[in-house]
């Protein structure tokens, strides 16, 4: 049983520990709202970093398939099949000479080498 004291003393001490008894709690509440946040944040920190890696993978694999589709050898097959191209040979060349006219403008004319491969 307590004493009431004088001068009110019994019930400041009261009050005093019902705001203390609140602070206690408004710090734990707080405390595990942060330590809640904290573990929100880790988690998604952790699966940031396992899709940085899986990018990082399906780059990687990207780089490589685009090493793969453009090898000479591959782009020249394509050339040839679907595009319907050839290579360059002296007997299907046309050569083209550049001579200014006198007036200023600049004449191409084409001209088909000989049989030998040579300019005339």
Do not use: C, W
């Not at 090898?71 to 097959?77: A, C, D, G, H, L």
């Not at 679907?82 to 050569?95: E, G, Q, S, V």
């Amino acid at each position: 049983m307590s004493v009431p004291r004088a001068s009110g003393g019994y019930i400041i001490m009261t009050r005093l520990n019902l705001v203390l008894l609140l602070a206690v709690l408004a710090s734990a509440l707080y405390l595990v709202s942060v330590q809640y946040e904290s573990r929100r944040l880790f988690a998604e920190i952790d699966r940031s970093l396992l899709e940085a890696r899986k990018l990082e993978a399906e780059r990687e694999r990207l780089e490589l398939e685009k090493r793969e589709q453009a090898t000479p050898r591959r782009v020249e097959k394509l050339a040839r099949e679907k595009l319907h191209m050839r290579t360059a040979t002296p007997a299907i060349t046309h050569y083209v000479n550049y001579t200014p006219s006198q007036s200023g403008e600049a004449v191409a004319r084409s001209v088909r080498p000989a049989a030998g491969g040579r300019v005339e």
